[in-house]
T-cell receptor
Framework: DTGVSQDPRHKITKRGQNVTFRCDPI?????LYWYRQTLGQGPEFLTY????????KSRLLSDRFSAERPKGSFSTLEIQRTEQGDSAMYLC????????????FGSGTQLSVL | GQNIDQPTEMTATEGAIVQINCTYQ??????LFWYQQHAGEAPTFLSY????GLEEKGRFSSFLSRSKGYSYLLLKELQMKDSASYLC????????????FGRGTQLTVWP
């Protein structure tokens, strides 16, 4: 078990560019979550998947954001036409129902939009 | 709406005991979690409470009172490596696994 892994760790992009992040959850976990965290704040929920189905999306997730989990394993989060306000740490987490849905977080992708 | 409140900063000395409080108001309650987060790193799980009372795990203990909407994290025998942000999070609402986080309490442990 290698834990939740995210790629890349850091991403610097120019405003208006598209970016895509990847998350590989713990293998037996069927739930996968995306959170966003800015400096001095706690993580904020963006969306979650149960297997390949995206079951809930936060109002924080504008139309420029899209997430997929095509085979119920890894997930991608894409941000189109990035804005400076998108600069944040994007955290992926996974959980398993039998473990009280305890979330295990990846190390995150730090996005900087210039 | 969901409201999770915890102090912004705390300081303590090595070997001491510190208590970090958290109050919450949420629609629905499915458990309260404490996470530790070092700067630039992912949050790591510390404790989980769903019933009233104290849960002890080594140097860390967590308490919950559902009727008061209150929890605390107790850290004993503080070490320098305990300097980190401590996040209180409530699993509320209708989505199991969706956590509502407080802003975090930045704990600094001095030698």
């Amino acid at each position: 078990d290698t834990g939740v892994s995210q790629d890349p760790r850091h991403k610097i992009t120019k405003r208006g560019q598209n970016v895509t992040f990847r998350c590989d959850p713990i293998s037996e976990h069927n739930r996968l979550y995306w959170y966003r965290q800015t400096l001095g704040q706690g993580p904020e929920f963006l969306t979650y998947f149960q297997n390949e189905a995206q079951l809930e999306k936060s109002r924080l997730l504008s139309d420029r954001f899209s997430a997929e989990r095509p085979k119920g394993s890894f997930s991608t989060l894409e941000i189109q036409r990035t804005e400076q306000g998108d600069s944040a740490m994007y955290l992926c987490a996974s959980s398993y129902r039998a473990d009280n849905e305890k979330l295990f977080f990846g190390s995150g992708t730090q996005l900087s939009v210039l | 709406g969901q409201n999770i409140d915890q102090p912004t900063e705390m300081t303590a000395t090595e070997g001491a005991i510190v208590q970090i409080n958290c109050t919450y108001q949420t629609s629905g309650f499915n458990g309260l979690f404490w996470y530790q987060q070092h700067a630039g790193e992912a949050p790591t799980f510390l404790s989980y409470n769903v019933l009233d009372g104290l849960e002890e795990k080594g140097r860390f203990s967590s308490f919950l009172s559902r009727s008061k909407g209150y929890s605390y994290l107790l850290l004993k025998e503080l070490q320098m490596k305990d300097s980190a942000s401590y996040l209180c999070a409530v699993m509320g609402g209708s989505t199991l696994g969706r956590l509502y986080f407080g802003r975090g309490t930045q704990l600094t442990v001095w030698p």
